[in-house]
């Protein structure tokens, strides 16, 4: 076992806040394999997560060879995990969830919802390559619903944000008006977003859902505060 230089100086520290031994840290940099992806639940594979947003927010994220990873993982991939995040440039999941070369797979759109492309591409990753949590994940002072709430109309933008305005009556739950600008109405819509994006997964994918009834799925809801960098599990 390599450990690097930064786990080992991690390990002689303390690491009092990472709770977990060098030795635990070099792991991470294994690769994601057929048979370890086999032998990990659908809670494990969100575990996984968990642990590697508090490394992120810790400030302790492992420092791994990722030419190594690329060479190890050339011929398969065997991620853990599916992610469904927005496209913003402060929420790449890779790193907020501290994952490497063949850890996670990741589809990216303006404000996180699913559509016929995203599901396809969702059971692509779980039905055929076997991940085994698919997670959505929203973010705080999202654009994507600010413009949504706003009712934006440009280009193609338009088309995007109708795939958000199912979201938008959680705003105004306890009456007033939408307002892009209330940060507790945005809040609001950009949970109700991720919660339908979460339900649309197994009420749209029959693939998804039979894995989810099998045991071997489990589909969760996030958002990402962008101040903290802390992911809040729904
Ligand atoms: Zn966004």
């Given amino acids: 076992m390599k450990l690097s230089r930064r786990s080992f100086c991690a390990c002689a520290l303390g690491a009092p806040l990472i709770a977990q031994p060098a030795f635990a840290q070099a792991m991470a940099c294994d690769v994601m394999t057929p048979e370890r992806q086999a032998l990990k639940t659908p809670d494990e594979a969100i575990q996984r997560l968990k642990e590697g947003n508090l490394r992120f927010v810790q400030g302790h994220t492992v420092n791994c060879d990722l030419m190594a990873q690329a060479h190890q993982t050339a011929t398969y991939q065997s991620p853990a995990a599916a992610i469904v995040g927005c496209i913003d440039s402060r929420v790449p999941p890779e790193l907020i969830f501290d994952q490497r070369i063949g850890d996670v797979f990741c589809a990216r759109i303006a404000g996180n919802f699913v ?19 698919v997670v959505v994940l929203g973010h705080t002072s999202c654009g994507a619903i600010r413009s949504a709430m706003a009712g934006v109309e440009m280009g193609n933008i338009t088309g995007l944000l109708s795939n958000i305005r199912p979201a938008l009556p959680a705003a105004t739950e306890a009456g007033g008006t939408l307002d892009p600008a209330n940060g507790e109405q945005v809040a609001k819509v950009t949970v109700a977003n991720v919660r339908l994006a979460v339900e649309a997964v197994t009420a749209r994918s029959d693939i998804m859902r039979g894995l989810v009834e099998a045991g071997e799925l489990k589909v969760a809801g996030a958002v990402h505060d962008l101040a903290t960098g802390e992911v809040a599990w729904l």
């Fill in 115 to 133: 559509n016929t492309d995203i599901l396809g591409s969702l059971e692509f990753a779980t039905k055929v390559s076997g991940a085994k949590a």
